[in-house]
């Protein structure tokens, strides 16, 4: 009797065991539901299926989930990214390695078409992309009389790493090329100051392309690559694989807990692979750079600049840059604009969440210090621009009355949110400059 007992006993905590878990099953599905909901705006149950694992909602923003290194030598800019298939549709890495739709140059296909090139870094190329998605600039340009009626196509001449002369160069480049533009957006500030930086604590002449960009491609050519770089390479590898992996799971998730649980873990893993691609770039900007055997040539100075005086050659190349590009365009009356991009470590009024913080803010990061420097360098340089007839967009400040979190990651870059206000700030204010020229002229 008391094995019977004992049994129905066990029985009878099994059941409850059993109804427990079903009902922490059933409240786990509920919360997921609603968390699902509530960050993307539709019922899991009901929703557009993902197409593939770009599409499933999570920020890839500088998670590269194919290559490690991506670039390639160009002889004339530098380095480019290798011309590949893109996430994004519609996109492609052309053959030029620019995110677009189009190879280049691009040739007019209508007399109604009006094309503006973009020009600079990452930022540029982010700004590039959301125009063409978007079409923010083209609806503030087609409140002009003379430009309602056209068709904008927008072309990116921008790439990650990218910063003056790189710009200069690739706009005289292409124009030798015969390459259309109607007007040229130049988007930039950042890498003038935080790339350079890293050149002159590398002894690497500050004019040349950035040695963050260009290092990893020499160190493959000449096999010097540190013990410690290469096990980091590794370590980013297994994470791409794991994330892959989760990516891959959440497109055939069939439960909304299954998703939200796989995205805690894919979001896990894509900020150890951040951290460890940070751990990568230090030890190969760590490395020395003795071309003495290498088969690529890079200008090296004697010793590192003194902070003034390194900061203060990046301003004047940063603005003399701007100025030829205006003049060479100013030929062929086409607008140019010059943008200041903001960023993060360029103290303003604007107020962080502690959120936005913990995304945004990097006290590892060698950028830090470069914007502080480097801002006010850039700064001084602005009267000499307007002196030379430079439409500057001044946008340093234009996140100071947003709430909203607006940086994606702690270099430089903007979530959608930051797009949208960046977006508006530089369309309303080329709009103003431009109606301003057409007051002028009927004067």
């Not at 706009?171 to 350079?196: K, R, T």
């Not at 590898?237 to 989760?246: A, C, F, H, P, Q």
């Amino acid at each position: 009797m008391k094995d019977l007992k004992f049994i129905k006993k066990g029985q009878d905590f099994l059941k409850i065991a059993l109804v427990n878990l079903v009902l922490l099953l059933v409240f786990l599905e509920l919360g997921s539901l609603g968390w699902y909901f509530v960050k993307h705006k539709q019922f899991f149950y009901t929703r557009e299926k993902p197409k593939d694992k770009f599409s499933v909602g999570i920020n890839l923003e500088g998670v590269r989930l194919r290559e490690s290194i991506v670039q390639r030598f160009h002889p004339f800019f530098g380095f480019i990214q290798k011309p590949s298939a893109d996430f994004r549709p519609g996109f492609k890495v052309n053959n030029y390695g620019f995110i677009s739709p189009y190879d280049y140059p691009f040739k007019k296909t209508k007399p109604n078409q009006f094309i503006i090139g973009v020009f600079g870094g990452s930022v540029a190329s982010d700004y590039a992309i959301f125009q063409v998605q978007n079409q923010i600039l083209p609806r503030y340009l087609k409140q002009l009389p003379a430009l309602k009626d056209r068709e904008f196509i927008i072309l990116s001449f921008a790439t990650a790493g990218y910063k003056q002369p790189q710009q200069l160069l690739i706009l005289n480049y292409f124009l030798a090329l015969d390459q259309e533009l109607d007007m040229v957006v130049n988007i930039d500030g950042f890498n003038e100051v935080a790339l350079s930086n890293l050149n002159n604590k590398n002894k690497i002449d500050l004019a040349m392309p950035s040695i963050q960009h260009i290092l990893p491609l020499t160190n493959i050519a000449n096999n010097s690559l540190s013990t410690t770089a290469m096990k980091e390479t590794i370590a980013i590898k297994e994470s791409k694989v794991r994330i892959n992996r989760g990516l891959k799971s959440m497109q055939e998730c069939k439960l909304a807990a299954c998703d939200a649980l796989t995205s805690v873990y894919v979001l896990n893993l894509i900020n150890n692979y951040r951290k460890d691609v940070i751990r990568f770039e230090k030890e190969r900007n760590q490395t020395q750079n003795d071309d003495g055997g290498s088969v690529v040539y890079i200008n090296l100075n004697n010793s590192v600049m003194k902070d003034d005086a390194a900061f203060e050659q990046m301003a004047q190349s940063w603005a003399k840059s701007s100025i030829f590009m205006n003049k060479v365009l100013s030929a062929s009356n086409v607008p140019y604009f010059h943008v200041f991009q903001p960023n993060q470590y360029y103290q303003t009024k604007r107020v962080f969440s502690e959120a936005e913080k913990r995304i945004a803010f990097n006290k590892d990061t060698p950028y830090a210090k470069a914007v502080e420097l480097g801002y006010p360098a850039l700064f001084k340089k602005l009267p000499n621009l307007a002196k030379n007839n430079i439409n500057l967009v001044n946008a340093v400040n234009v996140f100071d009355q947003t709430k909203d979190a607006v940086y994606v990651d702690s270099c430089c870059h903007y979530n959608q949110a930051g797009e949208v206000v960046f977006s508006n700030y530089v369309g309303g204010e080329i709009l103003e400059r431009l109606r301003k020229e057409e007051r002028n002229k009927k004067k």
